[in-house]
């Protein structure tokens, strides 16, 4: 397996180390020209122009255009590309993602110096913030300095119904509520947990926050004093792993081994209801506005439940090879996204698969939501075992074409384990076992 270098961590560099171990394949089948690896790698794959580009260290192409490149260069003398299995393309597509990240870093600073100049030049109100104004009208990526770097780790995420407070949940015991416009911490951590806070969620009408930890324990809090109102909930063994409210608050879905539900309407005295079910998951439940559960599991199977009856719905969802790893819902409840190695799209009252799976270029899915408008479906991608660890990305699709909505965002070293839209949609947090926490300006797909 190929160990490519890197340089000092700096964008042109890496790219231009990446470029000279690109031509150093190229010289060992002959010193290929740019026809023959056009040729190689079929009409309309790639065009000269680019490959000549990428061979200078001059851009960063899609991955999609860069691995098939690369393949091309592997095994050219075989007379066939090189799988998506071969045991180097792992290490070029990290390579990939490391140098798309440096790119977008550096754009990031670049834009802050930038935006430092301005502001000797204009006041308040002046030209920097009028040129951001029209990027976010007009629906471009933008990518936030982080809001944290320091945070032991995050593990969870979530926006508050309104959008003003995001809470996480942190490595050391801890979860944190955010001010989302100033991305700075909004009072003291919330102590109390035992063990890594791994899930959080608010309440519909923004007056509770539910946290569950591996310690086995969720414990509901008052938003507006940041102190308990109950004592903790307990019962899950080997951790809790998700909370979820129902649409009118009045639940309360918690997730360990298996599912259990409580009724919050009297938030110092919350019930159980009913008996744990659906053991043997091995994904986060999704819960529908309607009230239904989703569930995943082994074998490639999801089931649909009510949870007030809690029973199964109808026969399970077929389709992924492997296990189910996530899921969710849209917001009105018709669709069912389910993830594995694909994303596959399920209408929810028909129980009928609705489209082609969507691709995600082998890697594994850790997370996906939808929009709350309803426009865009975001899911975390990358590998995560010991031997094919990569940098997770975050890749969008228009749910009107569901085409890809351009290249797979980085951003983070390693896993991210969190991510959440805010309620307008047009803003996606993330957060990575590096300790960052990110905000980004989603671009928005074309009317």
Known sequence: MSVLRTGGGRYQEELEAAAAELRSLQATHGGLTLKQIVSRAGRGNLG?????????????????????????????????????????????????????????????????????????????????????????????????????????????????????????????????????????????????????????????????????????????????????????????????????????????????????????????????????????????????????????????????????QQTKLGGPLRGHAGDVTALCFSLDGELLATAGQDIQLWNVARAEMIHEPLQCAGEQVLRVAFSPDGRVLAAVTGYHDQEEATDHVVRLWDTGTWKELGDPLAGHSGTVDAAAFSPDSRLYATGGHDGLLRLRILPAPRP
Do not use: N
């Open 48 to 308: 000269e122009s680019m490959v000549s580009a990428v061979l200078r260290g001059r851009t960063l192409p899609r991955c999609d255009y860069y691995l098939t490149l690369v393949r091309v260069l592997l095994t050219y003398d075989t007379g066939k590309l090189a799988s998506w299995q071969h045991e180097d393309i792992a290490v070029w597509k990290t390579r990939w993602q490391r140098l798309q990240r440096l790119k977008q870093d550096e754009k990031i600073g670049k834009s802050v110096r930038a935006q430092s100049a301005a502001e000797q030049l204009q006041t308040a109100g002046g030209l920097a913030e009028r040129v951001l104004l029209s990027v976010v009208r007009a629906g471009e990526y933008i990518q936030l300095l982080p809001m944290a770097a320091d945070t032991g780790g995050v593990w969870a995420v979530a926006f508050s119904p309104e959008g003003s407070l995001i809470a996480t949940g942190h490595g050391p015991k801890t979860a944190q509520l955010w001010d989302t416009v100033a991305r700075q911490r909004s009072g003291l951590p919330l102590f109390g947990h035992t063990d890594r806070v791994v899930t959080v969620a608010f309440s519909p009408d923004q007056v509770l926050l539910a946290t569950g930890s591996d310690d086995g324990t969720v414990r509901l809090w008052d938003v507006a004093s940041r102190t308990l109102v109950a004592e903790p909930l307990d019962g899950h063994s080997g951790g809790a792993s998700t909370v979820l409210f129902s649409a009118d608050g009045r639940l309360l879905v918690t997730v360990g081994r298996t599912i259990r539900l409580w009724d919050v309407t009297d938030a110092a005295k919350p019930l159980k209801i009913g008996k744990p079910f659906s053991g043997s998951l091995t994904a986060p439940p999704a819960l529908s506005s309607a009230g239904l559960l989703a569930t995943g599991h082994s074998g490639g199977v999801a089931h649909i439940w009510d949870l007030a």
